[in-house]
């Protein structure tokens, strides 16, 4: 059955909440903006918009839940997060600068890798789980459908104003030696976000 008013009311501000603030996807976005701009950035964007929504409606109709009930699959995932997140760090502390007159090197994440990479990213999974268990406790299909619908409206305005940032911080950081401490400082926190994987 659809959710109630107020119901629905606190289901976007958890959605507008979640999404804004700090996690692997915003810290992304805001370098990708730095370095790359914000047009380059958009698929990025949509990629986390959309790859997010059907994240959320697959784990609320239980799917993902099968696959986290089993410990060792568990353990898989967990695994490939911390790896992959420590790999993007790493490209993103040793991305060179770019030439003033040219293109940033390298490539910004495309559609299908943003929405990809919501599976191994921590704060996505949670979200997922304690919006679905929240709002969608009983795995119909109209909240199932709701709790997704409401984080496709929310998510990609919130991601894209990280991107935003990045993209009005370039002018600052246009000089080498600070576009190389400030991508030091993004992989340090991309690097903090999997403190509480490795502490769970």
């Known amino acids: 059955m659809p959710l109630p008013h107020d119901l629905l009311l606190a289901l976007t501000l958890y959605a507008f909440v979640s999404s804004i603030t700090p996690g692997p996807n915003n810290l992304m976005l805001l370098a990708s903006g ?23 409606a697959i784990v609320g109709f239980g799917l993902a839940g099968l ?8 353990l ?3 695994v490939l997060s911390v790896l992959y997140l420590l790999w993007l760090a790493w490209k993103i502390a040793t991305a060179a600068p770019p030439n003033q007159d040219a293109p940033a090197a390298g490539k910004p994440f495309g559609f299908f890798q943003a929405a990809a990479f919501q599976w191994v990213n921590p704060k996505a999974w949670t979200m997922a789980l304690t919006a679905n268990t929240l709002y969608a406790p009983n795995a119909d299909w109209p909240s199932v459908l709701t709790v997704a ?17 990045g993209t009005m911080m370039r002018g600052f950081l246009r000089d080498p030696k600070r576009l190389r401490i400030f991508n030091g400082v993004m992989a340090a926190l991309l690097v903090a976000t999997l403190w509480p994987v490795l502490m769970t």
């Open 34 to 56: 730095v370095n790359f701009g914000f047009r380059r950035t958009i698929l990025h964007m949509l990629g986390i918009g959309g790859g997010f929504t059907v994240m959320v």
């Open 67 to 74: 696959f986290l009930a089993s410990p060792p699959a568990r």
């Open 76 to 78: 898989v995932l967990t």
């Open 149 to 165: 619908l409401a984080f496709g409206a929310v998510n990609l305005p919130s991601v894209s104003v990280w991107a935003a940032m």
